[in-house]
C-alpha cells in the first residue's frame, strides 16, 4: 500500500482520540482516519462509574460529538464501524463498511468486558458498564428500580457499589474472595474499604461462587455455590475486563495478556502499533489512563518521524470509593518483600518493602491518601 494511505487509528477511546491530539500538535497534514464501532463521542471513560451519584445521563458525560473531535484533528472519523480483520501483508483492515488501507496503523481496541455464562439469555436484566453505550443501556435497564445485585468485588465492581449506593440504591455484591479488590489490597486495607462502603450500606456476599442465575421477578435470583439465594432487581456484572486482542491474534501479531509491544510501541507486524487497554509494554497490562497518555505521547513522536522510547515513572490508582478514600501504588517493582500496616479505622497506612528496606508499593485510606506524593518520590520507577 503507498504510504499515501492515511495513518488508521482503530478506537475512538482515550487511547486513540489522544494519540491523535499528540500526534497533531507534531504534524498537522498527514491525512489521518480513525475508525470505532460505536458512535465516536469522545468522554472520559473513568467517569461512568461516579455518574450515578452525580445524576448524569449518558449525554451528559459526553463532551465531544464525533464530528467536532474530526474537525478539531482534522481527520475522518468512521463511526459504527467495526473492524473485522487485519491484513498486514497489503496494509489493509476489513471492516464491516469495506476494506481500508493505511500507512501506519495504530491498535487502540481497549478492552472487552468478561461476561458471564448467564448473561445473554438474562438480557437487560445482567449487565456490564464498559464504556459510555453501556452505561446508557444500564441506566435504562434500572429505571424505577430500587436494588442492584453486583457480581465482582474487584475495583470497578467497589466503585459502582459506591456510586449507586450513594445514589440511593440498595446494592449487594456477590463475590468468592474473601474481601474487596483481592490481588490488589493488603487485607487490612480491604478491611476498610468494605466498612466504608457498608456504612453506606452495602452488603456483601463474600466467599461463594456464583452457581446459577435465573431470572427472577423483574430481576434476577442467584445461587451461590452453597445454595444462599440473592435476589435483585437488577444484576450488574463486574467480574474483569481482556484486552483487545483478538484482531492481532487472528492476524498473526504477537500477544500475550494484551497486544505485546516494544517501548515504541510497536507490535510483531511492520507497520502496525498498539497502545492504551488492548496493549501489553514489555510485561506490564495495565488498564488506566495515565500509561495509556505516557505511550500517546512516545507513540506521536515517533508516527512523526521521531525515534522515542516509553518509559513508565510509579502511576498509582486512585480508587474512586469516597466512602473510603483509596490510593494504591501496587508493588510490581518487588521480587520480595512484604506489607506493613500501620493506622486504624478508616485512616489506614500500608507500605510494602523488600528486605533492604526499599519501598516497592503502597496503599493508604481515609485521611492518610494525602500521603501519597511523598511515598511517590521513593517509589523506584515502574520500567526505567
Ligand atoms: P476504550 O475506551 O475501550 O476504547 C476502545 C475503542 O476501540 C472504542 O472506540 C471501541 O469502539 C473501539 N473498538 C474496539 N474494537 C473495535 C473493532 N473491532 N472495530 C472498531 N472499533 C473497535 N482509569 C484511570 O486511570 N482512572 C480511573 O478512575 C478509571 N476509572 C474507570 C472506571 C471504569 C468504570 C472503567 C471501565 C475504567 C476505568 N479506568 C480508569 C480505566 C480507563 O478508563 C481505561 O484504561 C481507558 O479508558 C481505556 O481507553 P482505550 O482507548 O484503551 O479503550
Given amino acids: ?25 507534531l504534524d498537522t497534514e498527514r491525512p489521518l482516519c480513525l475508525v470505532t464501532a460505536d458512535d465516536g463521542r469522545f468522554y472520559s471513560k473513568p467517569m461512568i462509574s461516579t455518574g450515578f451519584a452525580k445524576g448524569k445521563e449518558a449525554d451528559e458525560l459526553a463532551m465531544q460529538s464525533a464530528e467536532a473531535m474530526a474537525e478539531q484533528l482534522n ?29 501506519d496503523l495504530v491498535l487502540a481496541s481497549g478492552a472487552e468486558a468478561r461476561r458471564l455464562p448467564w448473561a445473554e439469555v438474562l438480557g437487560e436484566r445482567l449487565l456490564s458498564i464498559n464504556d459510555l453505550g453501556d452505561y446508557a443501556r444500564f441506566r435504562a435497564a434500572v429505571a424505577g428500580k430500587s436494588d442492584v445485585v453486583i457480581i465482582g468485588a474487584g475495583l470497578i465492581g467497589c466503585e459502582y457499589a459506591n456510586d449507586l449506593a450513594a445514589a440511593g440504591f440498595s446494592v449487594r455484591i456477590v463475590a468468592p474472595d474473601t474481601q474487596v479488590m483481592a490481588g490488589l489490597l493488603p487485607p487490612e486495607i480491604a478491611e476498610a474499604v468494605r466498612a466504608g462502603l457498608e456504612a453506606l450500606g452495602v452488603r456483601f456476599h463474600f466467599g461463594q461462587g456464583v452457581r ?11 445461587t451461590l455455590e452453597d445454595g444462599t439465594l440473592v435476589e435483585g432487581q437488577q444484576g450488574l456484572s463486574a467480574i474483569g475486563l481482556v484486552p483487545g486482542r483478538a484482531l492481532a491474534e487472528q492476524a498473526g501479531i504477537d500477544v500475550a495478556h494484551g497486544i505485546k509491544v516494544d517501548r515504541r510501541l510497536r507490535t510483531s507486524a511492520e507497520h502496525i502499533f498498539a497502545l492504551g487497554d488492548c496493549a501489553e509494554v514489555g510485561s506490564l497490562s495495565l488498564m488506566y489512563v495515565m500509561p495509556l497518555m505516557a505511550a500517546a505521547r512516545v507513540l506521536a513522536q515517533n508516527l512523526a518521524g521521531g525515534d522515542a522510547e516509553l518509559s513508565y515513572g510509579p502511576m498509582p490508582i486512585t480508587v474512586k470509593t469516597p466512602a ?7 508493588p510490581l517493582t518487588a521480587t520480595s518483600g512484604s506489607w506493613t500496616i500501620t493506622g486504624e479505622g478508616a485512616d489506614r497506612r500500608a507500605l510494602f518493602k523488600d528486605e533492604s528496606g526499599q519501598l516497592h508499593g503502597y496503599a493508604l485510606t481515609g485521611a492518610l491518601v494525602s500521603e501519597k506524593l511523598q511515598l511517590n518520590r521513593q517509589l523506584p520507577p515502574w520500567m526505567p
Avoid: H, W
Wanted: with cysteine; hydrophobic share 40%; net charge positive.
Fill in 1 to 25: 500500500m503507498s504510504d499515501s494511505a492515511p495513518l488508521l487509528i482503530l478506537g475512538t477511546g482515550l487511547a486513540g482520540y489522544n494519540l491523535a491530539r499528540e500526534f497533531r500538535k
Fill in 75 to 103: 481527520a475522518e472519523i468512521l463511526t459504527q464501524t467495526r473492524v473485522t480483520g487485519l491484513d498486514p501483508a497489503t496494509r489493509r483492515v476489513l471492516t464491516t463498511q469495506g476494506q481500508l488501507a493505511y500507512s
Fill in 212 to 222: 446459577d442465575i435465573q431470572p427472577g421477578g423483574a430481576g434476577i435470583r442467584v
Fill in 324 to 330: 473510603c478514600p483509596l490510593v494504591v501504588s501496587p
